[in-house]
């Protein structure tokens, strides 16, 4: 799987947006981009998922750069129940045999802030 | 999350006693992963399971800890004569499908804590 490059930790104002970025320079053509994130004490959570284009769901969007080398994730009016550590992950979407793992990263803590 | 359930929620227990991790994932769903996150740290994979089957258990340490799935009840994971760095959060997933693995559905994880 691609190593990911994210911030340790942002900060952002309730209410505004919040974009994480995530740096994948050696991802491959058939690896997607993944985000979780973890609120405290709680397992992880899947948000969203994309290959090329840009993808939106209920939660967030994602929008990933051309030479697909970078991407954002955005939370677009944040909550202070969005406070969270979140991952970018890379990897393929159909895992071959003895790679079932996802890798998880030290991720960004993204602090929401009243 | 709310459909994987993992018991307990906390786990206490002494060097050299045995430790039972209980997973029951979303209904339906086939495939169970477990997951080991020590103080401060990310996620790690232990080991992936389908109904009787071990497929992928490369992040297992080699002693001490097992895990199953059988055909009915949930997956257990097993750790025989627990060690203080055994105290960590124990994480489980389910998926439907191996295509889906990627979105699996995590429980909120049992913390055990070894004294």
């Known amino acids: 799987d691609a190593k990911t490059t994210q911030p340790p930790s942002m900060d952002c104002a309730e209410g505004r947006a919040a974009n994480l970025p995530c740096n994948h320079s050696t991802i491959s053509g058939n690896e997607y981009v993944y985000w979780y994130r973890q609120i405290h004490s709680q397992g992880p959570q899947y948000i969203i998922h994309g290959l090329k284009n840009n993808e939106t769901n209920e939660m967030a969007s994602l929008i990933i750069t051309e030479d697909r080398k970078s991407s954002t994730l955005i939370l677009p009016h944040a909550t202070l129940r969005d406070t969270a550590v979140y991952y970018c992950?890379?990897?393929?979407?159909?895992?071959?045999?003895?790679?079932?793992?996802?890798?998880f990263g030290k991720g960004t803590k993204l602090s929401v802030i009243p | 999350n709310a459909g994987v359930m993992q018991n307990p929620r906390h786990l206490v227990r002494r060097r050299g006693q045995e430790a039972r991790l209980r997973c029951s994932p979303v209904?339906?769903?086939?495939?169970v992963y477990w997951y080991r996150q020590l103080p401060e740290e990310g996620l790690k994979f232990m080991v992936y399971?389908?109904?009787?089957?071990?497929?992928?258990e490369s992040g297992m340490p080699k002693e001490r800890f097992s895990a199953e799935f059988p055909k009915e009840g949930p997956s257990i994971l097993r750790i025989q004569q627990v060690v203080r760095g055994d105290s960590a959060a124990y994480f489980c997933a389910s998926s439907p499908n191996r295509e889906t693995n990627t979105e699996a559905f995590f429980g909120q994880g049992t913390r055990l804590t070894v004294v």
């Open positions: 209904k339906g769903h086939s495939h």
């Open positions: 992950i890379v990897r393929v979407r159909q895992s071959g045999a003895g790679s079932y793992q996802l890798t």
């Open positions: 399971l389908q109904k009787e089957n071990i497929i992928d």
